[in-house]
């Protein structure tokens, strides 16, 4: 999103404008047309300095008349707009800054929502890897390898544990043994193998 941002941790304490990339460069194309990159065309030339933020790849704008000689109760994009663009801005309303408290309090409080969301989700997804083959799987894998053969069957078995740490079937081990020591996610990746066998 766009938008005007203080984040301690990225910008010290600066008011920055974070520019939605796509949106921005879009402007530029319509409205100015040369073709060039809009930061390095437009922007750092018009005195704007370009803001990292982190490693991610978004960064941040300060600048006269975007965050620098500006009253914050009025902030508009009326100066990145003209540099940009060309032509005078025309925002009449005010943007908000979006304030990112960066405090151990707030950091830890943001730590525990995200862990309250997503803790769940992956636990889910961590247990589903582990999770043995259904009945109803192996039944259907006995089907298929009476249908299809052992020699194809131990191709297409040796094929789907690469990589899991699933063994390869034992030469003495009956076929249904070693489809027990299948994973839910690698029997049914053997499943379609076979199916299209
Ligand atoms: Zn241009």
Same mark, same amino acid.
């Given at each position: 999103?766009?938008?005007?941002?203080?984040?301690?941790?990225?910008?010290?304490?600066?008011?920055?404008?974070?520019?939605?990339?796509?949106?921005?460069?879009?402007?530029?194309?319509?409205?100015?047309?040369?073709?060039?990159?809009?930061?390095?065309?437009?922007?750092?030339?018009?005195?704007?300095?370009?803001?990292?933020?982190?490693?991610?790849?978004?960064?941040?704008?300060?600048?006269?008349?975007?965050?620098?000689?500006?009253?914050?109760?009025?902030?508009?994009?009326?100066?990145?707009?003209?540099?940009?663009?060309?032509?005078?801005?025309?925002?009449?309303?005010?943007?908000?800054?979006?304030?990112?408290?960066?405090?151990?309090?707030?950091? $830890? $409080?943001?730590? $525990?929502?995200?862990?309250?969301?997503?803790?769940?989700?992956?636990?889910?997804?961590?247990?589903?890897?582990?999770?043995?083959?259904?009945? $109803?799987?192996?039944?259907?894998?006995?089907?298929?390898?009476?249908?299809?053969?052992?020699?194809?069957?131990?191709?297409?078995?040796?094929?789907?544990?690469?990589?899991?740490?699933?063994?390869?079937?034992?030469?003495?081990?009956?076929?249904?043994?070693?489809?027990?020591?299948?994973?839910?996610?690698?029997?049914?990746?053997?499943?379609?193998?076979?199916?299209?066998?």
């Amino acid at each position: 999103m766009s938008g005007f941002a203080r984040d301690t941790k990225y910008y010290g304490d600066r008011l920055v404008y974070e520019p939605l990339e796509s949106k921005w460069a879009g402007y530029h194309a319509r409205h100015c047309g040369c073709g060039q990159d809009w930061i390095t065309a437009h922007v750092v030339p018009a005195g704007f300095t370009v803001i990292p933020r982190g490693k991610s790849g978004y960064y941040g704008l300060v600048g006269p008349g975007l965050t620098e000689g500006v009253d914050e109760s009025v902030l508009t994009t009326n100066a990145l707009w003209e540099a940009v663009t060309g032509k005078p801005g025309t925002q009449t309303w005010y943007e908000s800054v979006n304030v990112t408290c960066r405090s151990p309090e707030a950091e $830890a $409080a943001r730590k $525990a929502e995200n862990e309250r969301i997503y803790g769940p989700r992956r636990e889910r997804a961590e247990k589903a890897k582990n999770e043995l083959a259904t009945a $109803a799987q192996l039944k259907y894998l006995a089907t298929l390898t009476e249908k299809v053969g052992k020699e194809r069957f131990d191709a297409e078995f040796a094929e789907a544990v690469k990589g899991t740490g699933i063994e390869p079937r034992a030469p003495r081990e009956r076929t249904a043994t070693a489809s027990k020591r299948l994973t839910k996610a690698v029997a049914r990746k053997l499943i379609s193998a076979l199916v299209g066998a």
